[in-house]
C-alpha cells in the first residue's frame, strides 16, 4: 500500500531552503505553537478551510466548493507517488543547479514515516534532500531519517527554557538534546535562529545559542533569519489573531552587531531574510 | 596618458553621452508622443522641421525604386550633420522615412481576393512587410562604401536588359548617392567642430574621428575604429530607411579589426571599449555575442567581452543576445547574467543554440546553414546575407482561430473538444492558406511598393541579379508564421473539456451564453470563475499544457505543411511581439474566462496569474510544450525579482534556471530584472525614471516612452515576478 501523508503545498523553484534551485515540500502540521510563526497554515494537521472575502462573487455555491477562491481548503492528502511526482518534474534544475529538494512545514517529522518513504525514494532518484525541522520531535521519529538526509536546518529559537515555553509553547530540553544527538551523529547541518523583535533577537539570547551551536561543532554553521513582515496576511484568512502586529524587520546595524556577536563564538554566522 | 587615466577620460565621455541620450529621451516623447517601440536612438528634430516625402498615389505615399530612393535622397539632404565631439562615432538621424508611410502596401492594390479572410481572423498578413531580414555587414565591410557604389555600377552595366533592371540599379545608385552625401556633409562637420575645440583630448577624438570617416566613404575599413565608423553608418542609413534593425556576429565582425590594430599596437583595450561604445550608441541594433561558428568552435573572443564592458559602461537600451551552447565559456555566462541583475536593462537576452539548430536541421537545413543562422531580432533568426524570413511580421490570433470555430460549432453539430478542434483546425487551413496566397502576392509585388534598397546591398543576390531581395533574388524564401494567444486558446479548450466534458458542471449552453454576454449575465460570475479556476496552462501536468502541446503541434504540422509558389518551407514559431493588446481587441470573451477584447498571453507564456507562486520552472516547462522545434522561437519572457540573486550562489541559480530551460528544448529568453516598487512608482509618474529600461517583448524600451496603456500591460505581467 502506498504511504500517504498531508502535505499543505509543494513549492517549485525555491532559491532560500537550500543549495541551487529547489522543490520545497510543505508538511502540514506542526507541534509547537510559535508566536510569530511564519507559516500559521501548517499548524493543524488536518486540512483547512481558509476565507477570502474579498474574493466571494456571491454566487450562494459556498457548499459545493467556492469556484471565486473566496473559501480554499489548505491541505491535502497526497501518497508518495503524487509527491514524487511532483518532485521529479523539476529534476533537470536539480542537477543543473546543485539542487534537490527541501521538506519544510509544518514539522517534517511529525509525519516521520512518509518523511523516511519520500527521502528513501529521493535517494533513490538521486536528489539531494534537506529538512527545515524545529528539532523538537522524538529522536526515534528523527534518526531513521538522517542517513537520507543531506542537509538539516534546524532552529534553536531561544535558549531560556521559561521564555521558550512562554513564546513557543514547548520546552527547548528535547531540542537541545535531539541538537547535540545531530550533531554527534555526523549529520551535515545548519542551525538558525529567526530574529523576532522582543523575542528572540536580544544579545544574551544570541550570545548564548551561538555558544550552544559552537559546542556542537567546530566552526559550526549558524544562520540569523531576519523577521518577515509578510506573514501576518496569513492569519486572517483561517481565523487566527496575529500577536505581533506591530514588529519589523531589524535594521542592517543591529543585524551586523548581532552577526558579529555569533561570530565572537566561534560559529560561521550569516544573516538573511526570514 | 596611462591606462588608468584614458579610462576615466572615456568614462566620463560615455556618462556624459548616456545623459544626453535620456534627456534626448524625454525630447523625443514631447515631440512623438508615446510609441510602443524600441529606442533607436534617433534625435527630435530640430524646431520649425517639417520636411515631408513626395507622395505618388492618391493616400500621398511613395512607392517603389523612384519613390523611395529620391525621397530617402531628399530626407538625408533635410538632415543637419550631427557631430558630438564626446562621442566615438558621429552621424544622427532625426526621422525614418518608412515611417511617412500611411499604409504598408499600395493602396490602389486590389486586396479583394484576401480582405474578408484577414478581416475576419485579423491576420496580420505578409502584403507589404520589410526589412525583417539580415544583412551580412561583412559584404560592406570587405567593398567599403565606395566598393559597393562600385558593385553596383558594374552589375547595373552586366545587367541592362529591362526596365525594371534599369530602375532597380538607378535606385541603389540615388540610395548610395545620398548616403555618401550624408557622410560628407558630416565629415565637414567634423572638421568645422574640429578646427573650433579647444579641449586638447576632444581635439584629438575629433581628429580620430575625422580620419576614420574620411577613409570609410572612400575605401575599406582596416582597423577597429574605422569598422565600427562603417557599422555605425551602416546602421543609421538602414534604420533612417526603413526601420531595418539587425545587427548580426559582432563579436565575429569586428574581430579581425581589433587583432589587426592589437598586433600592430595601435590601439589598447580602453580605446576600443570607447569605439565600441560609440557602435552601440548608434543604435539599438539586435547583436548576437558567442556560440559555436560552423565547426563548432566558440565565437566568444576578446571582443566579445569588450563589447559586454561597452556595454555595461553605457547603461543604455540595448539588445544584446548571447547565444547558450556547452562550448560557452562559463565566466563569459556568468558575466552576461551579472549584467542583467546590475543594470536591470533587459540584456543581454540567451539564446539556445542546441534546440535552434536542431529545428532548423529538422525543417531540411545542414547543420553548418543552421549554425550561421543568428539571433537578430525581437524573437527570431535569420541567416546574415543569405535568407528572406520576414520573421515576427505574419502571425495567427489564435484566440480568434478559437472563437470562429466555437463559434461555428455552437451554431450547429455536435458539440464536443473533439469537434471543436476540427473546426479550428479547419479555420487554422484558412487563415495559413490566406498567408501563403498573400505571400506569393507580396514575393511578386512588394518591388513595386517598398523595395529593400538598403539591405539589397548586403544580401548575397540582389545586386548580382539586379532583383530587389523580396524578389526571387535571395538564397533562401523560408517564411516565419507565428502563432499567438496560445494560452487563450489552450486555456478555453482546457476549460470546456474539464467543466462541461468531464465534470459536467457546466452545460455547453449555459457557457456559450455567458461568454457571450461577457459575464455580465445573472450567472456570468459564477461561471467564469468556474471557468477561471480550470486546469491552465502554466501548471504541471494540466489539462491547459496537455492543450497547448496539443495546439502547438497542430500549429506546427499545419504551418509545415503549407505550400506555396514563392516561398521555399514556411517556419512555425510563437510570439505575439508587443500586438498582445491588439490581438486581444479582436477577440469577445472566451471559455477561459477571459473578458471581451482583453489583452491575450505575451508570447507563449501563460496568462498573468496562472502559474502558482510564479515558479520559473513551471513556466519553463509549460512553455517547453509551446516549442515548434522548428528553427524559430517561442521565447520565454521571463520576469525576475532582483532580490532573487540575494542568496547563495544566486548568479549560479539563474544561470542554472536559463541553462535548463534551453537544454530542455526552450529556444530563447528574454528577461526583465524587475523591482516591482520602482516599477509601480515609474507607472504613477514615468516622468521621474527616464532611464528606466524594460524588455518590453523582444524590444528593450524605455518605460516613459511607452502608452499608459500599455505600461499597465508591463506592469501587470511584472508583478507576476
Not at chain 2, 200 to 223: F, I, S, Y
Amino acid at each position: 500500500m502506498k504511504m500517504t501523508g498531508i502535505i499543505t503545498d509543494i513549492q517549485h523553484f525555491s532559491l532560500h531552503d537550500g543549495a541551487g534551485i529547489r522543490s520545497t515540500v510543505f508538511f502540514k502540521g506542526c507541534n509547537m505553537r510559535c508566536k510569530w510563526c511564519h507559516n500559521p497554515e501548517t499548524l493543524s494537521a488536518a486540512p483547512q478551510q481558509a476565507h477570502y472575502p474579498g474574493k466571494c462573487i456571491h454566487c450562494g455555491r459556498c457548499a459545493t466548493g467556492c469556484p471565486a477562491g473566496a473559501r480554499v481548503t489548505i491541505g491535502r492528502e497526497m501518497d508518495e507517488e503524487q509527491v514524487m511526482d511532483a518532485i521529479m518534474a523539476d529534476l533537470d534544475y536539480y542537477e543543473a543547479s546543485g539542487g534537490g529538494v527541501t521538506f519544510s512545514g509544518g514539522e517534517p517529522f511529525a509525519q516521520s514515516g512518509f518523511l523516511l518513504t519520500l527521502l528513501s525514494r529521493c535517494r533513490e532518484a538521486g536528489i539531494h534532500t534537506a529538512a527545515e525541522t524545529n528539532l523538537s520531535m522524538p529522536w526515534d521519529c528523527i534518526a531513521p531519517c538522517l542517513a537520507l538526509l543531506d542537509h538539516v536546518y534546524f532552529d534553536i529559537k531561544i535558549m531560556d527554557d521559561e521564555a521558550h515555553r512562554r513564546w513557543t509553547g514547548i520546552s527547548n530540553r528535547k531540542i537541545l538534546k535531539n541538537a547535540a544527538a545531530l550533531a554527534a551523529s555526523g549529520a551535515s547541518f545548519t542551525v538558525r535562529t529567526p530574529l523576532i523583535p522582543g523575542a528572540t533577537d536580544s544579545d544574551e539570547n544570541i550570545w548564548e545559542i551561538a555558544a550552544f551551536v559552537a559546542g556542537l561543532q567546530k566552526d559550526a554553521s549558524y544562520e540569523l533569519l531576519n523577521y518577515n513582515v509578510l506573514a501576518k496576511s496569513k492569519y486572517g484568512p483561517i481565523g487566527l489573531t496575529y500577536s505581533l502586529p506591530a514588529a519589523r524587520p531589524l535594521n542592517a546595524a543591529r543585524l551586523k552587531d548581532l552577526m558579529s556577536l555569533a561570530a565572537a563564538q566561534g560559529v560561521r554566522c550569516t544573516v538573511r531574510k526570514g | 596618458m596611462t591606462i588608468a587615466e584614458k579610462k576615466e577620460v572615456y568614462t566620463t565621455r560615455i556618462r556624459s553621452l548616456r545623459a544626453k541620450k535620456i534627456e534626448e529621451t524625454k525630447k523625443k516623447i514631447a515631440y512623438n508622443g508615446h510609441t510602443d517601440e524600441d529606442d533607436y536612438n534617433y534625435l527630435c528634430p530640430p524646431e520649425g522641421y517639417n520636411w515631408k516625402p513626395v507622395g505618388d498615389s492618391p493616400n500621398g505615399d511613395f512607392h517603389g525604386y523612384k519613390g523611395w530612393s529620391e525621397n530617402y535622397a531628399a530626407m538625408l539632404k533635410s538632415f543637419p550633420p550631427v557631430v558630438d565631439p564626446e562621442n566615438s562615432m558621429c552621424g544622427n538621424f532625426y526621422r525614418i522615412l518608412q515611417k511617412f508611410r500611411r499604409l504598408r502596401w499600395h493602396e490602389l492594390w486590389d486586396l479583394s481576393p484576401w480582405q474578408a479572410t484577414i478581416n475576419k481572423y485579423g491576420i496580420d498578413h505578409g502584403i507589404g512587410q520589410i526589412h525583417h531580414f539580415c544583412g551580412d555587414a561583412k559584404i560592406g565591410l570587405e567593398l567599403g562604401w565606395e566598393g559597393l557604389r562600385q558593385k553596383v555600377a558594374h552589375y547595373a552595366a552586366i545587367n541592362d536588359q529591362t526596365e525594371e533592371q534599369r530602375e532597380f540599379y538607378h535606385a541603389e545608385t540615388v540610395f548610395l548617392d545620398a548616403c555618401m552625401d550624408w557622410m560628407d556633409r558630416t565629415i565637414d562637420c567634423v572638421r568645422e567642430k574640429l578646427a573650433a575645440e579647444t579641449d586638447p583630448l576632444l581635439k584629438e577624438n575629433l581628429q580620430g574621428m575625422l580620419e576614420a570617416n574620411e577613409w570609410v566613404r572612400h575605401h575599406p575599413p582596416q582597423t577597429l575604429r574605422q569598422a565600427c565608423t562603417f557599422i555605425s553608418w551602416y546602421n543609421l542609413f538602414g534604420r533612417s530607411f526603413n526601420r531595418e534593425g539587425c545587427g548580426g556576429q559582432l563579436d565575429e565582425l569586428l574581430r579581425p579589426y581589433y587583432e589587426h590594430d592589437a598586433a600592430e599596437g595601435l590601439i589598447d583595450d580602453e580605446d576600443a571599449v570607447y569605439f565600441i561604445s560609440g557602435l552601440l550608441m548608434s543604435d539599438t541594433k539586435y547583436y548576437q555575442l558567442g556560440g559555436p561558428d560552423e565547426t563548432g568552435r566558440d565565437m566568444v573572443s576578446k571582443v566579445s567581452w569588450l563589447i559586454l564592458e561597452a556595454a555595461d559602461r553605457m547603461d543604455v537600451s540595448l539588445n544584446l543576445t548571447i547565444r547558450v551552447h556547452d562550448g560557452l565559456p562559463r565566466d563569459f555566462f556568468r558575466r552576461g547574467v551579472e549584467l542583467l541583475f546590475r543594470h536591470k536593462n533587459g540584456w543581454p537576452r540567451f539564446s539556445g543554440d542546441q534546440s535552434l539548430v536542431e529545428g532548423f536541421m529538422r525543417r531540411g537545413f545542414s547543420k553548418e546553414l543552421a549554425a550561421k543562422r543568428i539571433a537578430v531580432g525581437c524573437n527570431w533568426m535569420a541567416i546574415p546575407g543569405l535568407e528572406y524570413p520576414l520573421n515576427d511580421s505574419i502571425k495567427v490570433n489564435q484566440a480568434r482561430v478559437f472563437e470562429v470555430a466555437y463559434d461555428e460549432m455552437m451554431a450547429s453539430g455536435e458539440r464536443s473538444t473533439a469537434r471543436l478542434l476540427e473546426l479550428y483546425i479547419r479555420h487554422l487551413r484558412i487563415v495559413l492558406r490566406c498567408i501563403a496566397d498573400t505571400m506569393d502576392f507580396d514575393l511578386n509585388n512588394n518591388r513595386y511598393n517598398s523595395p529593400e534598397l538598403f539591405l539589397n546591398l548586403f544580401m548575397y543576390g540582389p545586386i548580382e541579379k539586379g532583383r530587389d531581395a523580396s524578389d526571387h533574388s535571395v538564397q533562401y524564401y523560408n517564411i516565419g508564421i507565428d502563432g499567438a494567444g496560445l494560452a487563450v486558446a489552450a486555456n478555453s479548450f482546457a476549460a470546456l473539456e474539464q467543466r462541461v466534458e468531464k465534470e459536467k458542471c457546466l452545460s455547453w449552453d449555459e457557457v456559450y451564453k455567458s461568454v457571450q454576454a461577457d459575464f455580465e449575465d445573472t450567472e456570468g460570475a459564477y461561471i467564469q470563475a468556474v471557468l477561471k479556476g480550470s486546469s491552465r496552462y502554466g501548471q504541471p501536468g494540466s489539462l491547459g499544457n496537455q492543450w497547448a502541446r496539443r495546439l502547438t503541434e497542430v500549429f506546427r504540422d499545419e504551418v509545415v505543411a503549407l505550400k506555396s509558389k514563392e516561398v521555399s518551407v514556411f517556419i512555425p514559431g510563437m510570439f505575439s511581439w508587443s500586438k498582445t493588446i491588439l490581438f486581444g481587441k479582436q477577440v469577445g470573451a472566451t471559455p477561459d474566462g477571459r473578458k471581451a477584447f482583453s489583452p491575450v498571453n505575451h508570447g507563449a507564456n501563460p496568462m498573468p496569474g496562472d502559474v502558482r507562486n510564479g515558479a520559473m520552472t513551471d513556466m519553463s516547462e509549460a512553455i517547453i510544450l509551446a516549442q515548434c522545434g522548428m528553427g524559430n522561437t517561442s521565447p520565454f519572457q521571463m520576469e525576475l525579482d532582483p532580490g532573487i540573486i540575494d542568496v547563495e550562489d544566486g548568479i549560479d541559480k539563474v544561470m542554472a534556471l536559463l541553462e535548463t530551460h534551453l537544454k530542455r528544448g526552450g529556444t530563447l529568453i528574454n528577461v526583465n530584472i524587475v523591482d516591482a516598487d520602482m516599477i509601480r512608482a515609474a507607472h504613477k509618474n514615468p516622468e521621474l525614471y527616464p532611464d528606466l529600461v524594460v524588455r518590453v517583448t523582444g524590444f528593450t524600451a524605455y518605460f516613459i516612452t511607452l502608452t499608459p496603456e500599455f505600461r499597465q500591460l508591463v506592469v501587470d505581467r511584472l508583478m507576476e515576478a
